[in-house]
């Protein structure tokens, strides 16, 4: 996240697969996440924006990350209580948050967002 005059950026960026998410961008947007809550707090953010790269905004959750690591129904549940932990920690920012579309868009990320940026 780069963060100037209060304006934050959180960049999905996986040009392979159409930014789906992989277990590492998981985990990164979370600590992205925590970031834009740590800086609402100390009052250095105002407008957060979530943007993919490459064309797409997010594809979803990457394909192989289910088949080579969600192998039981406890491993799905677990990622997906995590994701969810983290869009609702998303959409719960005290600031204005924006989507900037400009491709596909698909999954749990697109469906958190409080406004979005559609760009033909």
């Known amino acids: 996240m780069l963060a100037a005059d209060g304006l934050g950026y959180i960049f999905l960026d996986n040009a392979k697969t159409k930014n ?3 277990g590492r961008m998981m985990n990164d947007f979370a600590i992205a996440v925590d970031h834009a809550l740590d800086a609402v707090q100390s009052s250095k ?4 924006v979530l943007q ?3 064309d797409a905004y997010c594809a979803g959750a990457d394909f192989s990350l289910a088949r080579d690591l969600l192998t039981t129904p406890e491993l799905g549940r677990d990622m997906c209580k995590f994701m969810t932990n983290v869009t609702s920690r998303l959409s719960s920012l005290p600031v204005i948050s ?6 596909p ?3 749990k990320i697109k ?5 979005g940026v559609f760009e033909p």
């Open 111 to 115: 469906s958190q967002n409080i406004f």
């Open 98 to 103: 924006l989507a900037l579309i400009t491709g």
């Open 45 to 48: 953010l105002r407008c957060l």
């Open 20 to 22: 789906a998410m992989s």
């Open 105 to 107: 868009a698909m999954g």
């Open 52 to 54: 993919g790269q490459n």
